[in-house]
């Protein structure tokens, strides 16, 4: 099963996608993306002074006003 890194504060996200049998690694630092087949994140945070870096290969989701099944929806529609 897919590797997914979910940022932390996303805990409904990381237990919808545990009980769908995915393999959930919580987003603390950058390394933690790099092994990661997707990674979901909130986005509060990203580009910030209109600079962004990617640090996986694998796509980023933004959970940002979706919920715990809509993102899980995501995760399923860009890994298989």
């Known amino acids: 099963m897919a590797k997914i890194g979910v940022e932390q504060s996303l805990t409904n996200v990381q237990q919808a996608l545990r009980e769908k049998g995915y393999d959930v ?3 603390k630092q950058e ?3 790099k092994s990661c087949d997707c990674c979901v994140v909130t986005g509060l945070d990203s580009n910030v002074m209109g600079m962004q870096d990617t640090y996986t290969k694998g796509s980023v989701i933004d959970a940002n006003g979706l919920s715990a099944d809509e993102v899980c929806k995501e995760v399923e529609n860009r890994i298989h």
Do not use: F, K, T
């Open 25 to 27: 690694v919580e987003l």
């Open 31 to 33: 390394s933690d993306a």
